[in-house]
């Protein structure tokens, strides 16, 4: 296939906010693939390529200097085998080498080409071709139901690896895609709600279950081989050896176990998240040891649980890792979650999480089964800007623009971000100086107030609500809204949307 099919594509997607018509485009293009290109195709329509990263950033990408070829001449699988290059790109001299490596390809590209290559490589791609909606071109293009297509991507966590199987296979095949040790699989979401009394409405009879302010984490274990991953399927098992000794010492062979791990201080208390989260990092100190707190159990011993009622799931929880399990209770009684909540909260935790009792694994979903409480709300944002600071922070990076998720297009393209607000509250010297070390790695343009980001940034921000205001797109605006910690553990697509924070409005 010829990227400029590819590019032709992309651009029609993304002139129509039409979610069928952007499927229908997706569609045809996945139809006309050939099975080889099927992978590398999804990673560049997702702007997100199969070979991970690249190790080129902005700067890198817009200081190439080549002359655009004058036709069309590069085939999707060209810019796969160039993009396979330069991830393998290590050592002395790989700046140089990176460096060489994009003018060659720059220089194969026609001006439309590279511009959608650099969108791609960079994660800005704005086609409206978030996952959703390339999943449901995957079943068009293959006439198979959506909902089967949906479970075989979530179950494999790889939409490349999803389409040649729909694509290539049979309906059996790709029916028989499930759980696999050592496989990740996206991770069930949560709902929100005010009160565990609201949670319960919602739920009915539920495991009501500390939130804590930790690192998600997804345990495979086989045999004595452990691999650990983070919310967003990156394999971190080499970061965590403490955790890794723990899972082989459960009384199991095989396990798929869910939870979250932090650091405790010296009095038991939970330490602050960004601690917890420098042991993710290249640098990290294993002076700072982490606890797992696991609670759900997704295979063992041969046996998969996603379809089990969560009753199950806990039974065997219990059974195999009762000593590391999330402390929680079962109850459909308001005032005993209540005071489960009162009680995570004076151990330093965030609050709780209310679980339907009778409810499935619903991977990589945010349903209604699963509904956090916090007493304060908090939300998932992304940062779109920063303001240079006055006073005392003249020369940081301070006051941030705050952007929330619009997967549909209501306020503008879907898969943009609306912003919401303004903050400079909760920002220490520490991440001042941070933001401002950082941000121009991310930088789209400038001017004198400001430095304007590639929208990839997450920032949990702590809010009182929200209040009609036509200043902003989305129609409204945070209250008293400030910065609790940066979430480098989500990205973009994890942010909470427009409509999320609008239905504040009416509770």
């Known amino acids: 296939m010829r990227l400029s099919a590819l590019v032709t594509a992309t651009g029609e997607a993304a002139a129509t906010s039409s979610r069928l018509a952007k499927i229908e485009v997706l569609a045809r293009l996945l139809q006309s693939a050939d099975p080889e290109e099927l992978a590398p195709l999804v990673g560049l329509l997702l702007a997100s390529p199969r070979q991970g990263r690249l190790g080129v950033g902005w700067r890198g990408i817009t200081a190439v200097e080549a002359t655009p070829a004058e036709t069309s001449s590069l085939t999707v699988a060209d810019v796969d085998r160039a993009l396979d290059d330069l991830a393998a790109v290590a050592g002395s001299g790989s700046a140089a080498a990176r460096s060489a490596l994009l003018a060659e390809l720059a220089a194969r590209a026609t001006a439309e080409e590279w511009d959608f290559l650099v969108r791609a490589m960079l994660g800005e791609l704005r086609t409206g071709a978030l996952a959703g909606v390339l999943l449901d071109a995957i079943a068009r293009a293959a006439d198979r139901p959506s909902a089967t297509v949906r479970r075989a991507a979530m179950l494999s966590g790889d939409l490349g690896a999803t389409a040649i199987i729909a694509l290539t296979g049979t309906a059996e095949d790709l029916d028989a895609v499930g759980l696999a040790v ?139 890792a009762g000593a590391w399990r999330m402390p929680g209770i079962v109850t459909a009684d308001a005032e005993t979650a209540e005071h489960l909540s009162r009680e995570a909260l004076a151990a330093g935790h965030e609050g709780v999480v209310v679980k339907a009792i009778g409810s499935a694994y619903a991977a990589g979903r945010r349903g209604k089964s699963w509904v956090k409480v916090k007493p304060v709300l908090t939300y998932d944002l992304v940062v779109l800007g920063a303001e240079w600071g006055s006073g005392r922070r003249r020369g940081w990076l301070s006051n941030l623009h705050l952007g929330a998720r619009d997967p549909v297009g209501e306020f503008g393209e879907p898969g943009e971000f609306v912003m919401v607000g303004k903050t400079f509250k909760g920002l220490t010297d520490e991440l001042l100086r941070w933001q401002t070390e950082t941000f121009p790695g991310y930088e789209t343009r400038r001017t004198g107030a400001a430095v304007f980001l590639r929208p990839e940034i997450v920032v949990e921000i702590a809010i009182d609500g929200v209040q009609h205001s036509p200043r902003y797109p989305g129609g409204i605006a945070l209250r008293f809204a400030r910065v609790k910690h940066y979430r480098p553990d989500k990205t973009a697509a994890d942010a909470d949307t427009i409509q999320t924070l609008r239905a504040l409005l009416r509770e």
Not at 222 to 228: A, L
């Open 182 to 320: 050592g496989r990740p699989v996206l991770p069930m979401l949560a709902a929100s709600a005010t009160t565990p009394s609201a949670a319960l409405e919602i739920t009915g009879e539920a495991s009501v279950e500390y939130k804590l302010d930790g690192a998600r984490i997804q345990v495979h274990r086989h045999g004595d081989d452990v691999r650990i991953f983070t919310r967003s399927l990156a394999d971190v098992t080499h970061r965590l050896p403490e955790i890794v000794e723990i899972v082989r010492a459960l009384p199991a062979r095989d396990l798929i176990l869910d939870g979250e791990t932090l650091s405790l201080d010296e009095d038991g208390g939970p330490r602050p998240f960004q601690q917890t989260m420098s042991r993710f990092g290249a640098d990290a100190s294993r002076e700072l040891v982490l606890r797992p707190w696991f609670f759900d159990l997704l295979h063992v011993d041969g046996r998969d649980l996603l379809d089990e009622p969560l009753s199950e799931r806990l039974a065997e929880l219990e059974r195999v």
